[in-house]
């Protein structure tokens, strides 16, 4: 993943902002639960740079994601973005999966980047038709907005998620910068958001501290952290969020979806593994850690 990629990290500031007015007023009205849903994963199960590290030396790319299911219980299904797939691939996906795991499906860029949400009806309606095979193992899914779909695009925005249908579960990722100002565009779109049902996503990313806004509108958080190569920070910055996650669900945050990204994908499972360790510890979960090899193929 590229977007924030920096050259020197160290100048970067990684200080978590504070919870948004909208977050604290969200959490005022919940009660904590006695178990909530934590899913943490990565964002793609077809890397050949797993083999040997997540995946046992050998395996074949058909059958990465019978390996992935077995390490993590969420995929960020970044590859139904560029293509929607047949309905039968997605029943083998969910069938492959145990329960419990739960796919997130990104928006078709069909919708969100050709149709940037206009006249993009029919395409909404197959895209939700399709992921739907999921059933029970559909997470929630999301719409990207590139960072040329600012304020201009403002009544787009609002139309396409009025059209949406009641009660399906989404999320709504912006990235033009306009669209993290504190203007009441920007509090008109989240007041719907909330209004509506649509979780925010909260980006974490070296280059782009604005878009980690710390705006909830639903009791889902949608986190998409975007790390560096295992620096020193990506812990730091994984220890912030553990705080933050804490708190969240001891005021009764009720589902957390937290996606790891690296700018090279190859370190994912390590900083994985790390934060899985850590929430357990410190929010008493029991959430199953990726299990790495060493190099003879061995588990660690």
């Given at each position: 993943?590229?977007?924030?990629r920096?050259?020197?990290?160290d100048?970067?500031?990684f200080?978590?902002?504070?919870d948004?007015?909208?977050?604290?007023?969200?959490?005022?009205?919940l009660?904590?639960?006695a178990?909530?849903n934590?899913?943490?994963?990565c964002?793609?199960?077809?890397r050949?740079?797993?083999?040997?590290?997540?995946y046992p030396?050998?395996?074949k790319?058909?059958?990465?994601?019978q390996h992935y299911?077995?390490?993590?219980?969420?995929i960020e299904?970044?590859a139904?973005?560029?293509?929607l797939?047949?309905?039968?691939t997605?029943?083998?996906?969910a069938d492959?999966?145990p329960?419990g795991?739960?796919?997130c499906?990104k928006f078709?860029q069909?919708?969100?980047?050709?149709?940037?949400?206009?006249?993009?009806?029919?395409d909404t309606?197959?895209?939700i038709?399709?992921?739907s095979?999921?059933g029970?193992k559909?997470?929630?899914?999301f719409?990207?907005?590139?960072d040329?779909?600012?304020?201009?695009?403002?009544?787009?925005?609002?139309?396409?998620?009025?059209?949406?249908?009641k009660?399906?579960?989404?999320?709504?990722?912006?990235?033009?910068?306009?669209?993290h100002?504190?203007t009441?565009?920007?509090?008109?779109?989240?007041a719907l958001?909330?209004?509506?049902?649509?979780?925010s996503?909260i980006?974490d990313?070296?280059g782009?501290?604005d878009?980690?806004?710390?705006k909830?509108t639903?009791?889902?958080?949608?986190?998409?952290?975007?790390?560096?190569?295992?620096?020193k920070?990506d812990?730091?910055?994984?220890?912030?969020?553990?705080?933050?996650?804490?708190?969240?669900?001891d005021n009764?945050l009720?589902t957390?979806?937290?996606?790891?990204?690296?700018?090279?994908?190859?370190?994912?499972?390590?900083?994985?593994?790390?934060?899985?360790?850590?929430?357990?510890?410190?929010?008493?979960?029991?959430?199953a850690?990726?299990?790495?090899?060493?190099?003879?193929?061995e588990l660690?």
């Amino acid at each position: 993943m590229d977007f924030g990629r920096v050259d020197d990290v160290d100048a970067v500031d990684f200080t978590m902002p504070p919870d948004d007015r909208l977050t604290k007023e969200l959490l005022k009205g919940l009660k904590k639960k006695a178990k909530p849903n934590v899913y943490i994963g990565c964002a793609k199960w077809g890397r050949t740079d797993w083999i040997g590290k997540l995946y046992p030396k050998g395996t074949k790319q058909s059958d990465f994601l019978q390996h992935y299911v077995q390490h993590f219980n969420c995929i960020e299904l970044n590859a139904m973005f560029y293509q929607l797939f047949p309905k039968a691939t997605v029943q083998k996906w969910a069938d492959t999966a145990p329960k419990g795991f739960k796919f997130c499906p990104k928006f078709t860029q069909s919708i969100t980047h050709i149709k940037r949400l206009k006249n993009a009806e029919r395409d909404t309606e197959n895209f939700i038709d399709t992921v739907s095979v999921f059933g029970d193992k559909l997470g929630t899914s999301f719409i990207q907005l590139g960072d040329n779909f600012g304020p201009k695009d403002y009544a787009s925005i609002h139309d396409y998620l009025r059209s949406l249908p009641k009660g399906f579960d989404a999320a709504i990722e912006f990235r033009h910068p306009d669209l993290h100002k504190d203007t009441a565009l920007v509090h008109d779109t989240y007041a719907l958001m909330r209004e509506l049902g649509i979780s925010s996503v909260i980006t974490d990313t070296a280059g782009r501290r604005d878009v980690m806004h710390m705006k909830l509108t639903t009791p889902t958080a949608f986190v998409r952290w975007v790390g560096n190569s295992l620096h020193k920070s990506d812990f730091d910055r994984v220890d912030a969020w553990i705080d933050r996650i804490q708190l969240w669900l001891d005021n009764g945050l009720e589902t957390l979806y937290f996606f790891i990204h690296q700018h090279d994908e190859l370190y994912s499972p390590e900083i994985s593994g790390y934060m899985i360790e850590q929430l357990n510890k410190r929010c008493k979960l029991n959430i199953a850690p990726p299990k790495l090899l060493n190099p003879q193929g061995e588990l660690f």
